[in-house]
Structure formats: C-alpha cells, structure tokens
C-alpha cells in the first residue's frame, strides 16, 4: 500500500495526539447527562490556531469531548488547497 505525504502527515498528526493521550485522563465534558461540546472556530484567537495538532491540545485542555471541526484548521487538516484570497477556487478573474 502507498502513502501520500498528506496520508503520512496525517497519520504524523494522529500519532502526536494519541501520544499525549497516553497515560492522560479522558477527556470528559458531560455534566449530569448534558454532553457540552465546542467548534474549533472557538479558538481562533489563540496562538497557533491554525494548526490541528495545536487546537486539538487547546480542545484536550479545556477537558472538551465533543467538538466540531470548522474553519481553515478543519480545511487544511483535510487537505484543502489554499486559496489564496479566499472564495471558490482562487483563481484569477478575467
């Protein structure tokens, strides 16, 4: 089986949070049966906010359990192309 380098990158990512992880206490952001949860775009404002591996550690932090991914972190984590100057396909009018 081959790898892409976003495959390899992308296993590099899960590895580093499955590592911090280890021998930590679950996260856990249920209170009498209320699952609360957030969305990444919650942590625009903190350094390095637009790198996965460092919101997922804000997100393991806050002791969150549920989130939803959104925004440029879930996009590049996914592998999208930048786009430039934002909007569908980036590309050059004209």
Not at 16 to 23: T, V
Not at 38 to 60: F, K
Not at 77 to 92: H, I, L, T, V
Request: positive net charge; proline residues 4%.
């Amino acid at each position: 089986m081959l790898y892409t380098r976003r495959d390899i990158g992308k296993i590099a990512l899960a590895a580093s949070a499955a590592s911090q992880l280890k021998g930590a206490e679950k996260p856990n952001s249920r209170f009498n049966g209320v699952q609360i949860g957030t969305i990444t775009y919650s942590y625009r404002q903190l350094p390095g906010s637009n790198d996965a591996a460092q919101v997922l550690q804000y997100v393991l932090e806050s002791n969150i359990s549920a989130i939803e991914l959104m925004g440029p972190v879930a996009e590049s984590f996914a592998g999208a192309p930048s786009s430039g100057r934002g909007g569908f396909g980036g590309g050059q009018r004209g």
